[in-house]
Structures are given as structure tokens and as C-alpha cells.
């Protein structure tokens, strides 16, 4: 839910005050960065792309409508419209050098390295999965937005969120057994 | 695999610090789109600041249109009356005119001098004649034509003194062309 603190920074931010909008984007900059790495797997796209999204946000913020949901569910909107863009004009492959090693919570050496290789198969299974699920793995599992959060985000009723949820979920595991 | 556990280690993925800065800056520094996308959705709204506002600019305008319209007005009207240079002459009418008069001038003249140039002509042919028929001083004896010419003028003087009738006058001009 958008606190009173945020409604305020986004009402300044409309009205043109920069300051206000680089508080909003200190608040959610490492997460919409975070969404776009895992689903291009490319840390420099991952960065252009998220530049791009807060870009686009700062120009056109007079066309963000309050509708009680938190500001990353616009932002996320901005994300998955930008990556879709970028992959239209140009595919690309992920290359395993470029991902990058994630650390882990893990304090034994060798739990830390079975975990960093689980981290990097779960890595490269995501992008495999179609576009909506990818972003509901991300949303749901690594953001812990609500379902609520991410209807709003995919503009999709709950109920089919929790159905696209599972149906993620499921097909992840799939694809990591193959693996 | 606990899938959910794996999935919660990728929240500590984090952007480069100075890429997030350097990025922030750039974002910040950029103007905001001027013109909007939907035009519907984003009419100004009609405050009392917006008409004034616009109505002050209505007026800025139009006074300044009013300036440049009595300005030209004055210039052209201070032009007229007070500009040593005539532009009478300039008149377009008045040049063609002018120069069809000069035009007439000079055929009334060159016709002139056309006519002189064969009265001239004339004249020089006719002094030609007398003068070959006149006598010429000289210390030769003059010969018999010489002297009958001579004779008839002295005879038309004497009519022309005596008795200065056409009649006889006529006779005698036909005696000298003779």
C-alpha cells in the first residue's frame, strides 16, 4: 500500500521537483535493477535498461495515476514494457560468464558453494520460463510483493495471479530437474 | 532444492553503487517531457491563474501587434511629407507618358531636319544652275551667249524700273531661259 510519505514525494514529483524523484528512486532502483538482471541475465543490459525505466518515469510522471497501490507497481509496468522493447529490436543469448556469482547467507564453504551453483541453475532457468511467470517468480518470490502488489504490476485480476503463480513455480522445477 | 529459499538468495543481487549514481544524476538532469502524450488526460486545469495568466499574454501580444502597426503608419506617413526625395518622377504612368513625348520630340525634329536637309538640297542645286548660267568675270572676251544674257537683264531692270508688269515680265523670264 502507497504510505503518506510516498503520496506526498510523488505529488512533489509530479509537479517537477527532482528531489523528490530521486528519493523515489533511491527506494526502488536496486529492485526494478534486480527485476530486469534476472530476466536478461546481462548485468550491463540489466543496467541500461533499468536507467532507461527510471528515465521514462521521470518524463512522463504526470501521467502516473494514484490508485492505492505502492509506486513499484508502475515502475515494474515501465520494466517489463522496456525489456520487451529491447528484446524486439535485439536477441541475445545469456552467456554463462556474464552472470554474475550472488552471494549467499550460507557460512560453510561448501554449503556456500552448492547454494551459489543452485543460485546460478535457478538464474538461468528463469529467463527460460514465459514472460509472465518470469515476472511473477520475481515479483513473488524474490521482491515478496503480495499478490495484490503484482495485479496491480501485471494488470491481471489476483485470482489469475495465484493460478500464474503456481504454474511458475512448477514449470521451474521442471526445467531444473532437466538441468 | 528448496526453489523459494534459492529464489530469496537472489534478493541480494545489487546494482554497481557508482553506475546507480552516475545514472541518478543523468536521470535527474534530464527536463521532464514538455509535451504530453494524452492530451485529453492532461488538460491544464481552468484556475483563476491560468486565464489571468493567459490573458496577460493576450494583451502582451496584442499591444505589441498595435506598436508595430502605429510605428509602420508613422514612418510611411513621416516619409511622405517630410522626404526631400520626390517620387513624383517614379510614377510608372508619368515615365511612359514623359517618354512618349520625348519620343514625339525628337521624330518632330529628326523630320525637320529632314525636310531642311532637302530644302538644302534643293537650294544648292538651284544656286548650281544660276551659277552655270550666270557669266563669269573674267579677262576673255565674252562670247555671243555671254552676251545676250547680259542684255536681258538689263532689259528686265529697265521693265522692272519702267513699267513692272507680269505679262511682260513672264516673256522676258522665258527670253532668258532661252
Known amino acids: ?179 | 532444492m528448496d526453489i523459494e529459499k534459492i529464489l530469496k538468495q537472489l534478493k541480494n543481487i545489487a546494482p554497481d553503487k557508482k553506475y546507480a549514481e552516475n545514472s541518478r544524476l543523468l536521470i535527474l538532469a534530464s527536463k521532464k517531457s514538455e509535451t504530453p502524450k494524452f492530451k485529453l488526460a492532461s488538460m491544464p486545469r481552468l484556475t483563476f491563474r491560468n486565464i489571468f495568466e493567459t490573458m496577460r499574454l493576450t494583451a502582451t501580444v496584442g499591444v505589441g501587434l498595435f506598436l508595430i502597426v502605429v510605428f509602420l503608419g508613422g514612418a510611411s506617413y513621416i516619409n511622405k511629407t517630410y522626404s526631400p526625395i520626390s517620387y513624383e518622377g517614379l510614377d510608372q504612368k508619368s515615365l511612359v507618358a514623359e517618354a512618349d513625348e520625348i519620343n514625339r520630340s525628337i521624330e518632330i525634329t529628326l523630320r525637320e531636319i529632314s525636310s531642311l536637309d532637302q530644302s538644302n538640297q534643293q537650294a544648292i542645286q538651284t544656286i548650281g544652275d544660276i551659277s552655270k548660267n550666270q557669266p563669269v568675270s573674267s579677262t576673255s572676251t565674252p562670247n555671243s551667249s555671254e552676251t545676250s544674257t547680259t542684255a536681258a537683264t538689263q532689259e528686265i531692270e529697265n521693265l522692272l524700273i519702267e513699267n513692272p508688269q507680269k505679262s511682260n515680265i513672264d516673256a522676258t523670264l522665258e527670253k532668258i531661259a532661252n
Open chain 1, 1 to 179: 500500500m502507497l504510505n503518506g510519505d510516498e503520496l506526498k514525494l510523488i505529488k512533489d514529483a509530479i509537479k517537477g521537483e527532482a528531489s523528490a524523484f530521486g528519493l523515489l528512486y533511491d527506494r526502488y532502483h536496486v529492485q526494478i535493477y534486480r527485476f530486469v538482471y534476472i530476466k536478461t541475465g546481462h548485468r550491463e543490459e540489466a543496467e541500461d535498461l533499468t536507467h532507461q525505466v527510471f528515465l521514462n518515469a521521470w518524463k512522463n510522471i504526470e501521467n502516473y495515476q494514484h490508485k492505492g497501490f505502492p509506486f513499484s507497481s508502475w515502475l515494474y509496468q515501465i520494466a517489463r514494457n522496456q525489456i520487451i522493447d529491447h528484446y524486439r529490436t535485439k536477441k541475445t543469448n545469456i552467456s554463462l560468464e556474464a552472470i554474475e556469482e550472488v552471494e549467499t547467507d550460507e557460512d560453510s564453504p561448501h554449503k556456500k558453494t552448492e547454494i551459489s551453483f543452485e543460485i546460478e541453475m535457478v538464474k538461468m532457468a528463469i529467463p527460460r520460463l514465459p514472460d509472465e511467470q518470469q515476472d511473477i517468480i520475481v515479483m513473488r518470490f524474490v521482491e515478496e510483493m503480495t499478490p495484490k502488489e503484482i495485479a496491480s504490476a501485471l494488470k491481471k485480476p489476483e485470482s489469475t495471479i495465484r493460478v500464474l503463480q503456481h504454474r511458475a513455480i512448477k514449470n521451474l522445477q521442471k526445467l531444473l530437474k532437466q538441468q
